[in-house]
């Protein structure tokens, strides 16, 4: 089946916003084994976008169109939409009633231009938006089959998920269930990665279950997409596979699915009844704002002390230690985290890092952690920020934190 998308706006269109919706909606496709023939971006112009709807209708068997479905002038995909069906616009009674009552529900008298958000053209299936106020539709123009999302990430993300995709399988004719397991690890690049998975049975870039790579530093996410019958043939082939994989990326494996490197530490600290006081130098503050910002960090995450003063003795494990141990007597938490960086002098450059010095103090003691790191300046701003969570998550899983990464330079 050839699947196209068609993104709108002048946002997009003219590179003052990155176009993060298509990677996504082209990433789940391919995940899902719907092949994307081709991706087609037009801003908020009539003709334009007329000329794009009618052209692709006669080149592909579905479109999915992200944007232009908001309640600004500027929004045009409805209309537009209409006009390439030859119909009208009509008031979607249904959608009209669910937009007031979420304003009402939230206290707000909902504003007349959003009424605009229920025009559809007559005779589109209405796709629904459980989270916004921009519903999804889908229309046949010429022998294509339309199927129209709203700009919004998280609106998108979760409608292509639930509504989108299930239809495009069933008008592709293709049966049966998919799954697909991420394993989210740091400390190792693509290639090491390939490496250290390879030979397992049934498991390659063409094979029954498909393995793929996406590097977003510091992170790499480690992807098996695999389809089945059923769920219980889903379980039959990616069990033993997720095992394996799983036990080859062994300690450098920081959470899985939806987890979060910072979420598994809250729930871990959480569990035991522990709490976190952080100190950190140069990383502006990204290792309390990961942590503060989970539901539930009210009552495990203490204190953030963020400043770009070294302590006297500068960075050292040493300096990193008597850090921790202090902020862990002071702050009254059972557990401290203290991140020290020493930034190179001069402007960024190949060889520009810092040396990153970790130190960690709980019931059982204090252990250290020192490497260096190379880059630009926000490269090893976020690099530190991730071995710091990363050594304090395996000092709660009893795991070494001293084994060595690949983004470290001698």
């Not at 299936?125 to 046949?140: K, R, S, W």
Request: aromatic share 4%; net charge negative.
């Amino acid at each position: 089946m050839r699947v196209e998308i068609l993104c709108t706006g002048d946002e997009i269109l003219t590179g003052k916003t990155i176009n993060t919706n298509y990677s996504h909606i082209a990433r789940r496709l391919t995940e899902v084994g719907l092949d994307v023939q081709r991706g087609t971006t037009v801003g908020d112009d009539r003709a334009s976008l007329l000329a794009a709807f009618r052209e692709a209708g006669a080149r592909a068997d579905a479109v999915i169109v992200n944007g232009g479905l908001g309640p600004t002038v500027d929004d045009l995909s409805q209309e537009v939409a209409a006009e390439a069906c030859g119909v009208p616009l009509i008031l979607n009674e249904h959608w009209l009633t669910r937009m007031t009552e979420s304003y009402a529900r939230r206290g707000r008298v909902m504003p007349t231009n959003n009424k605009k958000q229920a025009m559809l053209p007559e005779g589109a299936e209405l796709i629904d938006n459980p989270i916004g106020t921009a519903c999804g539709f889908a229309v046949t123009i010429g022998k294509t089959r339309f199927l129209f999302t709203p700009g919004v990430p998280r609106e998108m993300r979760r409608m292509l998920d639930e509504q989108v995709i299930p239809r495009l399988l069933k008008l592709g004719g293709i049966t049966g269930v998919t799954r697909l397991k991420r394993f989210h690890t740091f400390g190792i690049g693509e290639s090491r990665a390939d490496e250290m998975l390879a030979g397992i049975p049934g498991l390659a870039i063409d094979s029954e279950i498909k393995l793929g790579f996406q590097a977003h530093y510091p992170q790499l996410e480690t992807k098996l997409a695999v389809r089945g019958d059923d769920a219980d043939d889903l379980a039959r082939k990616l069990t033993p596979v997720e095992t394996e994989v799983r036990r080859r990326l062994g300690n450098f494996v920081v959470a899985e699915d939806e987890q979060t490197l910072e979420g598994i530490l809250l729930a871990k600290l959480d569990a035991d009844g522990h709490t976190l006081s952080v100190a950190e130098t140069f990383t502006g503050g990204t290792i309390a704002a990961r942590i503060a910002s989970l539901p539930g960090a009210e009552t495990v995450f203490k204190s953030g002390t963020i400043t770009r003063t070294l302590p006297a003795g500068g960075a050292s494990e040493e300096t990193a230690a008597r850090t921790a141990g202090d902020l862990r007597r002071e702050s009254g938490a059972s557990h401290a985290l203290a991140v020290l960086m020493h930034l190179d002098d001069g402007a960024d450059r190949p060889d520009f890092g810092a040396a990153i010095c970790i130190g960690i103090a709980d019931p059982h003691g204090t252990v250290t952690r020192q490497a260096r790191l190379a880059g630009g300046r926000d490269w090893v701003r976020i690099g530190a920020a991730e071995l710091g969570l990363d050594c304090l998550r395996r000092r709660l899983l009893g795991l070494p934190v001293d084994e060595r990464i690949d983004f470290e330079r001698r």
